[in-house]
């Protein structure tokens, strides 16, 4: 059966579906050497006319760089795409799109994969990186894992994946995105770059449901790959900052934002986070979506002590937040509240909150639906426990941090019934120094009013110690009790 590339698109844009292409070409399924070539002319209106023309512009760019015949098709090499990226990309996130290009076959009477990438090869790539389903970019991607045709093996979907990410820290830093944080290598076994490829490695599923993290001898053929970009979306997602920031394309379509959050810290001096700019965008993207543009500091047991009475008088009633802990092993985990927190003997929360581990590696633990014990937060009782927990029961939490600050625990015999988390520390109990809370999103209303409290306010202890010792409140009387107290 004929079917044209102007009937393709026609069809995808009346169905809304996108017809399905044979394994190891562009062709559409049933496409004989006679029929019409996937062209780029022909893919062309998936873009705006001014996105065509900004692609137009660049390939015009990487062609002229290099003097050829003027009866040449115009094209470009690998070297000219290298010297037209610079430092911005790693040497080996540029071979291996420059490979995933070259290799695209956009007529289907290629005998082999060309040396230079044509006009048409090139808007095609781009528009199946960009603006493709599943099945297409799967179709780049796997001829940028690999040299050869046909499944490839696990190994190479590792050093693809590693590759992918550090290239994602390697240009945000190049081209000043970090938005605050920080591109550093965290200590331990594995780096950040590690253990988020190893993240998303875990989300591909082989025959038979093994997952890439068995044997290495193990293969992934087409299909496998497709599903892998379907269940993983971080994968679509790096390879297009790769390619919006890497070739400076089409930036304006990138919204960096949601990835990336601005961070904020309201002190003078210098704050350096547990956190790097990976972690962060893998927690982020966990986050609500009208969430994830800011996070601000709000509590750091490095900038304000080692005091439970600081952290309850910091966090409560600032909306949602991120809770972060590094235990002296090195283990780097916490949770999300969704709500703000308050200082009561009742769990709080609902099933957005979720807990997670960054280092040694990285997941994310989602709500069970078994019970409602999302968030903990108590202080100055004689028979409930006073501290923060997160997820379990009373003197058995997923996470906890005892109001003897530095102390916590994460008990999961086999896994916390709320979230179905493992044990997060190296040790069941466990000590910490560092400790981190950020604020996500807008500021709240009700911290507006927060701020004119003082910690006395919120702590009752930290007030009836101030009265014991013969002190008075100076402020007493001067300004409006809060209605909260």
Known sequence: MFISCDDYLLISLLTGC?????????????????????????????FLPAEQAEIDRLFGALSSAELRSSTSPRSFSLQALKSHVGEALPPEMVTRLFEGMRRVDVTGKTKGPSERISQEQFTVSMSYLLKGNAEEKSLVILKMISATEGPV????????????????????????????????QAPGSLSRVQALAAQL?????????????????????????EDWVFRAPHVATFLSVVIHQGFLLLCSSLD?????????VDQEREFASVLDVLSVIYINSHLPREQRHHWRLLFSSELHGHSFAQLCGRITHCGPCVVLL????????????????????????????????????MAVYTSTGYNDHYMYLNQGQQTIPNGLGMGGQHNYFGLWIDVDFGKGHSKAKPTCTTYNSPQLSAQEDFRFEKMEVWAVGDVPVTQLAKNTKSVLDVDPTAQALLEVSGRIRHSEGLREAPEDQ
């Open 18 to 46: 996108e017809l399905s292409f044979c394994r190891d070409s562009c062709q559409l399924p049933g496409q004989m050497g006679n029929s019409k070539s996937l062209s780029g002319q022909s893919l062309s209106p998936r």
């Open 153 to 184: 093996k696990a190994r190479e979907v590792k050093k693809f994946t590693e590759d992918l990410v550090g290239s994602v820290a390697h240009v945000l830093s190049y081209r000043q995105e970090l938005r605050g944080w920080t591109q550093k």
């Open 326 to 361: 590094e235990d002296h092993d090195g283990h780097v985990f916490g949770g999300f509240a969704s709500c703000s927190w308050e200082v009561k003997p009742q769990f709080q929360g609902d099933d957005r909150c979720f807990l997670f581990s960054i280092s040694p590696s």
């Open 201 to 225: 490695c875990s989300e591909m599923k082989l025959q038979g449901g093994e997952k890439l993290l068995g044997p290495q001898r193990l293969e992934c053929d087409r299909t496998t790959i």
């Open 256 to 264: 960096l934002a949601t990835l990336v959050p601005k961070r904020q």
